[in-house]
C-alpha cells in the first residue's frame, strides 16, 4: 500500500507542531501575542497582525480568500547570487534544500536553508509589548563566502480593515510614512483623528529601504518577483499615497560557518494628544524608540522569548495529566487548553475563515470559551464576565456582540437571540467555582454600558434566568427569537431576499409560536446550577452589601420554574425516541419522525441528556441511543438528520446550506461534547469516550493530512457530515466554542476532575480499557496530585483517600497546600 502523504508531526516534548513541508493541503496557522498586540501566522509567514480589534485596528494588510491561497505576510527575500528564496517557501516558491515550521506556544519558528544558507526565523509577541519581533538568523553552512541581499516586507493596512478594502477613492490619497534610520513609520491618518502609528524596525545599518508597494514590487509583477528585489536594488521610494509597505534592504557577508542575528521589529505606538508631533508633521518617535530599545539585541529578545515560554509553562503546569496514552496527553495538556486561550483572546473574529471584520465578541460565544481559560487566567475570566454583563440590557436580554475595542455592544447584530441570557450563568458560576470568588456577585454592573444603570452582578444573572420565563410559548417552553444557540434556525425570519442577513432579520415575530428545546434543556441545566448558588448564598457565602435578597425565597422561586420547565419538556417536547428541537411559527413540529426532513436535531439531545429530563423514564438513555443511530458517522455526529435537501421558508438559514455542511447536517464539533457530557451523566463510558476520540484532532491526525486538510493540532468548527458530498472535510479552524466544550468534558467528566464551591468533586466516566492515570491540579491556593485507579469501572467512585486519610462523599473539601488523593472506582 502506498504510504500516507504527511506534512508534519507532534513534538510533545516542546509542545510544537512541526511542518516539514510547506504545501501543507490549507494554510496550517499558528497565533502570536496574549494581551493587547495580536498576530496570525500561516506555516509560510503568511497573515498579519492587529492591535485589540482586528476590524478598527489592523496593523499590516491581508488579503482573504486570494489567489494564490495567503498570499501577503512578513517575508524575507534573500538573493543569493541570482537565487531569491525565503525561508518559509513563499512567495517565490523556490524549491528549498531544508524547510521547516514549528508552531508552538504563541510562537512560530520557520526555517529554510537554500544553497548553504539556513535562515532561521523566530516570530513572537513578547509577554505586554506591543509589538511582533521577528528574530532572523542567517548562517552560511558552505565552504564560500557568502554575499546575500536582504530584504524585508510587510505591507500596512490603513486601519481599518473593513474600509481598507472598500473605500479606494479615498485610500488611494491618504498614505503617509516617515523613514528614520533603521525605521519606518506608518502614520496614515495620523494628522487627523489617529493617535497611533506603527512602525518596522531592524536593528541594523540598512543600505536601502522601499515604502511604497508598486514601486518595490512593480505593478506588472508579484510579491514572488518584486522587482526590486529581482534587481538586487532598493528604491529608497517614499510612499504618498497609494499603498505604503515597509522593506529593508541589508547587504550581508557571511564567513564559512558564521552565523548572524537582525531583530526586526513590528510596533504599534499610542500617544497623547498634545504629544503627538515633535514638529509640524513629524511624529513624536519617543515610545517608538523606547519600546525599539527594549529589544534590541539577540540577549534582550532571547529573555523576553524565554519569559514568553516560561509565562506558557505555568499556564500548562494548572492541569496536567499523565495517562500513558500520548495522544489524550497531549490534547489535554497542550493543545486543547491553547486552543481555549486563543478562543479567549479572538473570540470567532480572527482566523484563516473569519476575516476579523465580520464579528466582534460574541456574548454566548465568549461565556462558553471561559470554561476553557478560567482555570488559567481567572482574573481576566473576571473582567470578561463583567463586560459581557455590562452589554446586557434591563430585561435581560442582552447585545448579541460586543467590540473588543470599545467593549459596546454591537448595533449592526442587536440582541433577541434567547439563549444568550442562560450563559452568563453558565460562565459566572465556573468562575466561582473556579475561585471560590463570590464577591463577583457584588459588582456593580451597568446596562447597556449605561453610567448609572448599574445593578450588581448577581441582580443581572436573575434578570437572566427570568428572561427566559417571561419569554415562554403556548407550551410553556422557551421562545426561540431570532435564534437559539443554532444561528441558522431562524424560525421568524421568513425571508425571500438574498440581501436579509438570516440572524438580524425578524420579518414576523408578532403572534410566534417558535419554541426551543435547546433553550429549556440549556435552562434547566443553568436553572439547577443558579439554584445550587442561591442555596450557597442563603447559608451565608456571601457578605453581599448591595442585595437584599432573600436567597432562600429565589431558590424556590427558580426550582419551580425549573421543574415547570422539565414538565414541560417531558409532556410537549419529547417524540417517542428523542427529545424534539423545536416549535416553528405556527407551532408545528421541528425534529421530529413526523418531519420529512430534519427529524432529529443534536442540540436538543445533548441539552436535554446534560438536564437528565424524564432520565427516570429512559428517555435520556433512549436519546442518547437515537444520536448514535441517527447522528453519528464516521467522523463524529452531524448536526442533524435526514440534512435538508430543499429551503425551508420557516427555517431559514439552516436549509440554505447543501447537505452534509454547517448546520446543514454538518458535523459541527461544538456539540458533539453536550451529548458526550450526557453520556458521562449516564455512565456510559464506552460511548463517551467513542464520540470523544471521533473528533480529538491527535487521533484523527492522519485524516487531516488529507481528507480534514485544516490544521491537525487544534479542532475546527465543522467537519462535513455523511450527506456532504466530501465527508470528512474539515473548516473554520481555531475559533470555535468546540475548544472549550472538548476541555470541558475531557477534563471534568471524562478524567472527572470537576471544580465545586467547596473543593474538587471527583466523578470520571471512563472507557472500560481505561488503566490507572494520574492528573496534577493546581485548584486556588492548593495542589493536588490525583491518582485514579477504574478497575475496568466506567462510572462510580468507590474510596477517595485525601493525604492518606479516607474521605466521605466524592468532593475533596479545599485546603490549601500539597495534597496526594488516592481515587478507587
Ligand atoms: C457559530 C457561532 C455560534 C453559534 C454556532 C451555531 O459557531 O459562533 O455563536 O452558536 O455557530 O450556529
Ligand atoms: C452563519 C453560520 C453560523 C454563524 C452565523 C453567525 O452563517 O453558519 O455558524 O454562527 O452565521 O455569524
Redesign the pocket.
Known sequence: MEQQKRYGHFDDQHREYVITDPQTPWPWINYLGNEDFFSLISNTAGGYSFYKDAKFRRITRYRYNNVPMDNGGRYFYIKDGDTVWNPGWKPCKTPLDFYECRHGMSYTRITGKKNGVEASVLFFVPLKKWAEVQKLTLKNESNEVKNLKLFSFEEWCLWNAATDMENFQRNFSTGEVEIEGSTIYHKTEYRERRNHYAFYHVNAPIQGFDTDRETFVGLYNEFADPQAVMEGKPRNSHAHGWSPIASHYIEVTLQPGESKDFVFLLGYIENEQDEKFEAPQVINKDKAHALIAELDTTEKVDKAFAELCEYWDALLNIYKVRTGNDKLDRMVNIWNQYQCMVTFNFSRSASFFESGV??GMGFRDSNQDLVGFVHQIPPRARQRIIDIASTQFPDGGCYHQYQPLTKRGNNDIGGGFNDDPCWLIFGTVAYIKETGDFSILDEMVPFDNQPGSEVTLFEHLKISMDHVIKNLGPHMLPLIGRADWN??LNLNCFSWDPNES??TTENVSEGTKAESLMIAGLFVVTGKDYVALCKKLANGQWSMVNGQCDFSAEAERMQAAVDAMIDAVKKHGWDGEWYLRAYDFYGRKIGSNECEEGKIFIESQGWCTMAEIGAEDGMVAKSLDSCKKYLECEHGMVLNNPAFTKYIYEYG?ISSYPEGY??NAGIFCHNNPWVIIGECLAGRGNDAWSHYAKILPSYVEEKYQTLHKVEPYVNC?MVAGKDAFKPGEGKNSWLTGTAAWMWYTVSEFILGIKPDYDGIRIDPCLPETATDYTVQRKFREADYEITIHPNGQQKGVKTITLDGQPISGTVIPYSPGKHIVEVTM
Do not use: H, L, S
Open positions: 465580520g464579528r444561528d441558522c438570516f440572524q438559514e454547517k448546520e468548527q
